[in-house]
């Protein structure tokens, strides 16, 4: 069986970094389309970074700031976040498309929360 597991989160003061992991246990033949996606307190869900091959993109809020990365010997993805905001509060979630067993499957990380205090 499956499953992302991420890392704790925790508070941090505006400019501040942070990095975040998320690791994949199971039988996985593959793990290339990744994504992170956050939730702040009264907002919708919103895709922060996302990695699919080589290839990496961004929400605009975060762009620069933000980095996805992939290590597939480990089946782990990061979130490396630098200059972090009051506005970057938010549950952080990963979302991978993961081979496994012959199939592909969609998969939710347990999400963690982090906190930017101004």
């Known amino acids: 069986q499956v499953q992302l597991v991420e890392s704790v989160g925790g508070l941090v003061h505006a400019g501040g970094s942070l990095r975040l992991s998320c690791a994949a246990s199971g039988s996985i033949f593959s793990m290339n389309n990744m994504l992170w996606y956050r939730q702040a307190p009264g907002k919708q869900l919103e895709l922060v970074a996302g990695?699919?091959?080589?290839?990496?993109n961004y929400a605009g809020s975060v762009r620069v700031r933000f980095t996805i990365s992939r290590e597939a010997a480990k089946n782990t993805v990061y979130l490396q976040m630098n200059s972090l905001k009051p506005e970057d509060t938010a549950v952080y979630y990963c979302?991978?498309?993961?081979?496994?067993?012959?199939?592909?499957?969609?998969?939710w990380g347990q999400g963690t929360q982090v906190t930017v205090s101004s």
């Open positions: 979302y991978g498309i993961i081979g496994t067993m012959g199939r592909m499957s969609t998969y």
């Open positions: 990695i699919s091959g080589g290839e990496t």
